[in-house]
């Protein structure tokens, strides 16, 4: 989906934050519950990795932006726990509201509805017989699609023509394993852009390499 | 709905606890060993130890710049979000620095957790369009012969970047070695500095 998550590109954001060299990882004692919540959110509501960060990308962009890195992890770990039926909507608001001493009923605890979805291993790379379709050196372009649900191909290569640099490992495809349709395991290449070709003759002259899920890509004549 | 009516994510995060804890869905204890390990057990000084390693055993570096994954694993250093790491060497023609722009992915395993400038949209949104305009607010400037190449890790192969020796430093031990080696300077937004 076209959505605040994919940045890549994107202007008026300001400076850059300065490095603190000390820097813990986190900066508060929530954002570690939130950190740890949204890793087991995935086992208990029977999801996966993918699913978590389409959890996370289809916030509404205030809630996206509202509180931070973790404030997104936990409020995608809600979506998780939500869909899967393991708490009901507005569950974690009626709580923080009593919490913060308000009188208001907590809504019943739903039936649970995990998706019907067992990964073959763990983690997300996968072995995959078939020859890879593009080899290094190979000219490709990134196609220019707009699917609605979850998607790793930022908007900022689509349409744009590049150069295979590197086959990587193949693994699970994030646009169907994401929404419980498959593994589809498919090759993943290292593709390079001009930076010229994608954001014009002004821009600074650089290389931009991006690893592009077979599905993404199509062979340029 | 505005954010000044939001409620506080401090309070969200503990009503969630306590509600997936009442349940027995979730265990405080385990909780706290993800934190206790993200906290104190894995973070850049695992990376640290890498780029050292290969500053004084040119075998390694070898092993490290054709198999990521394999040499790092050598050490000890493997785990979730970093499944495929691929290390980029960071030359005097060719500066390497790394982003995710569609979320924060990084290698848990070598550097830790992301820091917060890897994680802001201003990292995020730039680096892959002005690389140059960002070093430079990092404090960091190439020379205009210098090829910059950004990596953008959007899939599940993961990035560190191996920086360049310091001049200065034959006389050090690996360990010290490894006390220079900062994280900014292994996913690219700055070099590492000899010995003060």
Known sequence: ?221 | MSISERLPISMRTEALESILVERSLVDPKVMDAYIKMYESDVGPLNGAKVVAKAWVDPEFRERLLADGTAAVGELGFKGPQTEHLEVLENTGEVHNVVVCTLCSCYPWAVLGLPPSWYKDPAYRSRIVREPRAVLHEFGLDLGADVEIRVADSVSECRYMILPERPAGTDDLSEEELAALVTRDAMVGIAKVAGPQ
């Open chain 1, 1 to 221: 989906m076209d959505g605040i998550h994919d940045m890549g590109g994107m202007q008026d954001w300001g400076s850059v934050t300065a490095p603190a060299p000390d820097e813990r990882p986190f900066e508060e004692d929530w954002e570690k519950r939130a950190f740890a919540l949204a890793l087991l959110s995935m086992r208990v509501s029977g999801t996966n990795l993918d699913a978590f960060r389409h959890s996370m990308n289809r916030l509404q962009p205030m809630d996206y932006l509202a509180d931070g890195y973790y404030g997104r992890w936990l409020r995608g770990a809600e979506n998780l726990l939500t869909d899967s039926g393991i708490i009901a909507d507005g569950a974690v608001d009626a709580r923080t509201r009593r919490q913060l001493g308000e009188d208001v009923v907590e809504p019943p605890e739903p039936e649970p509805h995990r998706p019907d979805y067992k990964p073959t291993a763990g983690g997300s790379l996968r072995p995959l017989a078939a020859e890879p379709r593009f080899s290094p050196g190979d000219a490709v372009r990134a196609k220019d699609i707009h699917p609605s649900g979850h998607t790793r191909l930022p908007q900022y290569v689509r349409g744009r023509t590049g150069t295979v640099r590197r086959v990587q490992p193949a693994a699970v495809f994030p646009d169907t394993h994401a929404h419980f349709e498959g593994e589809n395991i498919q090759h993943v290449y290292s593709v390079e852009f001009r930076s010229r070709d994608l954001w014009g003759s002004d821009a600074e002259n650089f290389v931009l390499n991006i690893d592009l899920y077979d599905s993404y890509l199509e062979p340029v004549a």
